[in-house]
């Protein structure tokens, strides 16, 4: 008798300690959410829908590829491709859990402010006071301001000399984490870009790892033959890291091409430079599509930004 009485009282502390424990992982969770919203971050709702909620960061690369009016062609197509399934994200949300935004970043920023004042139209953010018609103005803004941003750029560098280059690997060391990633978000940035890389301010280099590739550069690297991955894996080839904890963001680089006809393996050595970069800096999605036609891509925009 004795022992029953001591085995029911045993499980009876177990049950007791093990509510406590529970009901003090509620509270600390509880608390932690309380804290994220006197931040300002987000109300416990819209937190519980993260997953749900989408934050899409387009970066442009206005190098000195926006010279080709076929590269203009493509990446309006694939602005439009972006915002469309961004808006039909939208579409499927019911009013009140609407916490989604999508806006256009540059690096360096344009010295012409006007081009500044496209781009900050692009800045679009929909919460449940968001009317149903700027599901539309958002779609019609992003088939056409782009356009003007590409033309305004063209038009203060008539010659591909005077293009500096797109910072892509500075955006990642300095702005990457405060411009494109909430923690209320699911946060995916679309880069549109050819897959090189260059600035003329961010030219550093240590042993085979660079901050930069450009066509010339990687016509001087041993990689023009079947045997280019074993050589960059042993020699170290590849970009610098940038930054590191990138997990809570997803990325998907859109246009890669090679412009240099010496080396038949520079779409896969650029891939690879890509694809190792990302795996350093903890990003753990991410695609890299190569440039094809806008109907193709489209697809690939659309289960990225859906799965």
Request: hydrophobic share 35%.
């Amino acid at each position: 008798m004795n022992n029953k009485i001591q085995l029911l009282t045993y499980f009876s502390i177990a049950l007791l300690l093990s509510s406590c424990k529970s009901e003090k992982k509620e509270v600390m969770k509880e608390i932690e959410i309380a804290k994220k919203e006197i931040n300002g971050e987000c109300p416990s709702y819209i937190l519980d829908n993260k997953e749900n909620n989408l934050n899409i960061s387009v970066f442009l690369d206005l190098s000195d590829r926006i010279t080709q009016p076929k590269t203009i062609l493509k990446d309006t197509e694939y602005l439009k491709s972006i915002s469309k399934a961004f808006t039909n994200h939208v579409k499927t949300k019911k009013l009140i859990l609407l916490q989604d935004k999508i806006q256009l970043y540059f690096n360096p920023e344009p010295a012409n402010n006007t081009i500044n004042s496209v781009a900050e139209q692009l800045h679009i953010e929909f919460d449940k006071n968001s009317p149903k018609t700027k599901i539309m103005q958002t779609e019609e803004l992003y088939a056409s301001q782009p356009t003007e941003i590409y033309n305004l750029a063209l038009a203060d560098s008539k010659n591909p000399k005077d293009f500096p280059g797109s910072d892509i690997w500075r955006f990642f060391k300095d702005n990457v984490k405060d411009y494109t990633i909430s923690d209320c978000h699911r946060n995916i940035l679309v880069i549109l870009t050819d897959g090189y890389m260059y600035h003329e301010n961010s030219q550093m280099k240590e042993v085979n790892m660079s901050s930069y590739l450009t066509p010339n550069s990687l016509n001087k690297l041993p990689l023009a033959n079947s045997q280019w991955e074993t050589t960059l894996n042993e020699k170290g080839y590849g970009f610098i890291k940038a930054n590191d904890g990138l997990e809570d963001l997803e990325v998907l680089v859109i246009g890669i091409e090679s412009l240099n006809t010496k080396n038949p393996y520079a779409i896969d050595v650029m891939r690879t430079y890509w694809t190792n970069w990302f795996n350093e800096m903890g990003v753990k999605k991410f695609k890299i599509q190569n440039a094809d036609l806008a109907s193709s891509v489209e697809k690939v925009i659309f289960e990225f930004i859906n799965s």
